[in-house]
């Protein structure tokens, strides 16, 4: 049973536009979500969070929106960069339970 | 200010073989979570373990799989008469309490032959 479901295996975008990688959860007691970036034979690193109180968090090039109604969230990069191509990774929790559900990843490819 | 440290990086096993993955979280954390990762698959929990103590324990295998995390060094996933479904990458993270983000080492790539 996937929780946290990345329906896109892969993204390929241009230098310079924008990326949007989707997330979908299914457990409505979800109530803090992340984003973590991940390199080939690396660990995951931590990107962006937010919580479900809130319905867009900002880190530079970086925006995650929240739609709980639809139990949706996407991370946006803008501009992309060569340098971003990598594996996400969305994870959600409840917090204080200390358990990350993450998704299956969507490998995001910009071109320059 | 050394991250999170695993090793080994790559482990090779036959099958029947007991496999010791250590983590040793970064300075001052003294909260450790394994995860595993499957080939094609996100990153499964597996257990979290505070000083001494199994705190959840519900992803681990009933069999098999041990974790644990002595008052002095690192933690340590163990895995007893590994068979080839145990081959996947085990990643440790750790934190400096619950409600702070936890930083992840580089993972241990397990292959079972």
């Known amino acids: 049973d996937q929780q946290v479901k990345q329906n896109s295996p892969s993204l390929s975008v241009q230098e310079g536009r924008i990326s949007i990688l989707n997330c979908d959860y299914t457990?409505?007691?979800?109530?803090?979500f992340l984003w973590y970036k991940k390199y080939p034979a690396e660990g995951p690193t931590f990107l962006i969070s937010?919580?479900?109180?809130?319905d867009k968090n900002e880190d530079g090039r970086f925006t995650v929106f929240l739609n709980k109604s639809a139990k949706h969230l996407s991370l946006h990069i803008v501009p992309s960069q060569p340098g971003d191509s990598a594996v996400y990774f969305c994870?959600?929790?409840?917090?204080?339970?200390?358990?990350?559900?993450f998704g299956k990843g969507t490998k995001l490819t910009v071109n320059p | 200010n050394a991250g999170v440290m695993q090793n080994p990086r790559h482990l090779v096993r036959r099958r029947g073989q007991e496999a010791r993955l250590r983590c040793s979280p970064m300075k001052g954390h003294s909260h450790v979570y394994w995860y595993r990762q499957l080939p094609e698959e996100g990153l499964k929990f597996m257990v979290y373990?505070?000083?001494?103590?199994?705190?959840?324990e519900s992803g681990m295998p009933k069999e098999r799989f041990s974790a644990e995390f002595p008052k002095e060094g690192p933690s340590i996933l163990r895995i007893q008469q590994v068979v080839r479904g145990d081959s996947a990458a085990y990643f440790c993270?750790?934190?400096?309490?619950?409600?702070?983000?936890?930083?992840f080492g580089q993972g241990t790539r397990l292959t079972v032959v």
């Open positions: 994870a959600a929790t409840v917090r204080g339970s200390e358990k990350l559900v």
């Open positions: 993270a750790s934190s400096d309490n619950r409600n702070t983000e936890a930083f």
């Open positions: 457990n409505s007691m979800f109530d803090y």
């Open positions: 373990l505070q000083k001494e103590n199994i705190i959840d």
């Open positions: 937010i919580s479900s109180i809130k």
